[in-house]
């Protein structure tokens, strides 16, 4: 916020002015000296206009706009390797037997890899989020004739430290099997939270709520109350005798089981047809063999997710603030430097300025002038010397502390110190 500031502020130090005489002495160039302070003046005005603008826009609440989260779930399998001819080293599994040819050296090894792309219909949106930002955790679950005993493989957003498009799984294959299942749960992030409609209730509402992926897709609240009143003004629903009740057209009697209702109980029947959204379950049945050797892509899901409508007009005025406000740093010895020379060069105009108005009213009639000099030397003298002068009325005057009541009131005072 610092830096925002110092680079709003303008430019604006006590400069000395230049005395009005000297348009006098040289009219050109004086105005020339004024169109230089005027144009310095509308710039400072204007860039420090553009700065606060540019700034108020960056702390304006962000426009969300609706995308879509395109998640691939991809597969490889690198096939066991063979030897090709004696080897010296001694097999693992022997002591000093060396690998003939066409033994295997392993059991292969196979790669889940899920990767997510915010989308724009088919074209990829630029955004700086990324699957992270939209999914908190995904928990991967083996096959336990493939890998007995083994505990379920958990990947979080918040421990993989930096954002990433997506995680990959990699695991070494078992002699003699030719396939196994993989489970996989995702996890969303629900802030806010997310609801599946009910299939009837989505039956209505598709049209109103954009981009939709079917009926298993998640909304946020307000966007469902935003479908549900663009519905009632397109079917004309709301009752026009004022009292704030709609009258519900087949779809809508077929959902909420009545033929009119307040407009105020509707949210109440409408929060039994949202289902809070869960864990997105999906299976896989994957091969180990060689047919599998290049990357393939098993599946695809989409997911609908709100994004901001102008990331990268904000990163560029972002951008732009920080850049203004570094120059404005590393500009401040200099601007300081030359603000000094200025200074310093009026001062000495305007005292070459009053010197020679000086001499010039001298030059007209010495004797008067100099008249005039001593009177407002002696007017100078003599209110420096009453400066200087005290007051009766500031000086001490003894005689005070003579009169009777200072003695009464001594002893008042001391006769009730006695007392107490």
Known sequence: MADVEAAQATTKRKVSVLLAEAETIDPD????????????KQLDATIGRHVRRLHMSTQNPPKMVRKTMKVSFYYSFVPSKKSDSNSSAPSPSSDGEQVHRTELIDDGEWTFRVEGTVMDGNTPWPTTKRFSNFFRKAILELDDQLYPGCNPIEWSSFRSGDESDGFTITRPGKRGCCGHTLRLQLLRHQSPERFVLSPDLYEVLAPYVKPTHGADDSFVKADISLALWQYIKDKDLMQVDGSRAISNDAAFQRIFECSEQPIHALMGKLQKKLTPVGPVSLEFD?????????????????????????????????????????????????????????????????????????????????????????????????ILSAAHRESPAHLHDPTVYEQPWVHSTIDMVVARETAL
Do not use: G
């Open 29 to 40: 160039q004086y105005a020339t000296y004024k169109q230089l302070k005027a144009l310095e």
């Open 286 to 382: 994957l091969k180990l063999d060689d047919a599998h050797k290049d990357e393939v892509c098993l599946s695809t899901k989409s997911f609908s997710i709100e994004v901001q409508a102008e990331e990268a007009l904000l990163q560029t005025q972002m951008a732009a603030l920080a850049s203004i406000a570094a120059h404005r740093k590393d500009t401040t010895d200099e601007l300081n430097q030359l603000e000094l020379q200025m200074a310093n060069l009026v001062r000495r105009i305007n005292s070459h300025v009053a010197n020679r108005s000086w001499m010039a009213k001298f030059a007209e009639d010495p004797s008067v002038f100099m008249d005039q000099v001593f009177a407002s030397q002696a007017a100078d003298e003599q």
